[in-house]
Antibody
Framework: QVQLQESGPGLVKPSETLSLTCTVS?????????WGWIRQPPGKGLEWIGG???????YYNPSLKSRVTISVDTSKNQFSLKLSSVTAADTAVYYC??????????????WGKGTTVTVSS | EIVMTQSPATLSVSPGERATLSCRAS??????LAWYQQKPGQAPRLLIY???TRATGIPARFSGSGSGTEFTLTISSLQSEDFAVYYC??????????FGQGTKLEIK
């Protein structure tokens, strides 16, 4: 049974870089899925951040692209998110997810439980 | 960017009754639409993809329909565990996926 678990600091200072890792268990990250990040500000809806294939091919939400880097470590069955120059607006629950492919990456069929990141000094 | 608009924002329905949730896209999606359920403090759960295909393990009381710009999620006979927030998501405009703002389904 595939499971995803987010990890990383729960508090980040403004202007610094947010770094999170998603560890995948019960399934090889090198199989034919993409792997993605989604966030949800407190009391608000969902926002797609970006995703990665095991080959390292990435795709990002254009609105966040200048600040986002997603990487993969197949040896550890993990993928990671870095979001630079954070502000209070980046405070959210961050989810990692498996992304099924329908010609291109499509919908998220398995989700992690999420981790709360607060941006504050 | 494709804008997804869900209606109503809140829907009050009694257990055992039918619930109908709507999602409208600002441009055609073909059938590239998914529905998710989110309960408080939990991650979203995939219900429907391809506008009408139920995800693995999703009960038959959940059904999706529509294509183009108009989509519907129907829950035929509401159970207590179905009261949650529901989101639609378009994946037609890769990589600029967008979600609707959500419909909260509450007990009447």
């Amino acid at each position: 049974q595939v499971q995803l678990q987010e990890s990383g600091p729960g508090l980040v200072k403004p202007s610094e870089t947010l770094s999170l890792t998603c560890t995948v268990s019960g399934y090889s990250i090198s199989n034919d899925y993409y792997w993605g990040w989604i966030r949800q500000p407190p009391g608000k809806g969902l926002e797609w951040i970006g995703g990665i294939y095991h080959s390292g091919s990435t795709y990002y939400n254009p609105s966040l692209k200048s600040r986002v880097t997603i990487s993969v470590d197949t040896s550890k069955n993990q993928f990671s998110l870095k979001l630079s120059s954070v502000t209070a607006a980046d405070t959210a629950v961050y989810y990692c997810a498996r992304v099924d492919i329908v010609v291109v990456p499509a919908y998220m069929d398995v989700w992690g439980k999420g981790t709360t990141v607060t941006v504050s000094s | 960017e494709i804008v997804m608009t869900q209606s109503p924002a809140t829907l009050s329905v009694s257990p055992g009754e039918r619930a109908t949730l709507s999602c409208r896209a600002s441009q055609s999606l073909s059938s590239n639409l998914a529905w998710y359920q989110q309960k408080p403090g939990q991650a979203p759960r995939l219900l429907i993809y391809g506008a009408s295909t139920r995800a693995t393990g999703i009960p038959a009381r959940f059904s999706g329909s529509g294509s183009g710009t108009e989509f519907t999620l129907t829950i035929s006979s509401l159970q207590s565990e179905d009261f949650a927030v529901y989101y639609c998501q378009q994946y037609n405009n890769w990589p600029s996926y967008t979600f609707g703002q959500g419909t909260k389904l509450e007990i009447k």
